[in-house]
């Protein structure tokens, strides 16, 4: 809810921006309406207030024209207790994994001989991979051979 600071019944007229300006009086601008120049005019003092603002609220011109404030809402402020406890406890969790990968990357950069023996290792697998699956495919094309063989074979027997 809004608190009255000052009292000015201000009448607002179509166009104009009412706002309180650094001095704390009321004073309005013109609108900028449908993409046009600029309006160069200065903004007009409307009713002298004198209000000190404080930090952490924002003030503003109320439907009757008199300068309100009201808390202003300010990022996590309405968050519970239990939901901040979950969130560095999280934190602390994701830190102690983050350490273990580094001191991985560390022992890894360590032995640059190790990682040439992995690669070669990995090619052999490759080629390795590559021949069985060859003569996995020779092993199929060379079965179909031979059961048409048969087939045919105890067909032409029937026949006879």
Known sequence: MA??????????????????????HVSRAKMARGGGKPSRARPQLVAK????????????????????????ARRGSGRKKAARRKTTRRKTARK?????????????????T????????TARRKTTRKSTARRKTAKRTTRRKTTRRT????????RR
Do not use: C, H, N
């Open 3 to 24: 608190t009255k600071v000052a009292r000015t019944g201000v009448r607002r007229e179509k166009g104009w921006l009412y706002y309180l300006d650094k001095k704390g």
């Open 49 to 72: 207030a004198g209000v000190e603002r404080e930090e952490g609220w924002l003030y503003f011109i109320d439907k009757q024209g008199d300068v309100a404030r009201t808390r202003m």
């Open 96 to 112: 102690t994994t983050r350490r273990k990968s580094t001191a991985r990357k560390t022992a890894r950069r360590k032995s640059p």
């Open 114 to 121: 190790r990682r040439k023996a992995t690669r070669k290792s």
């Open 151 to 158: 087939t045919a074979r105890k067909t032409a027997r029937r």
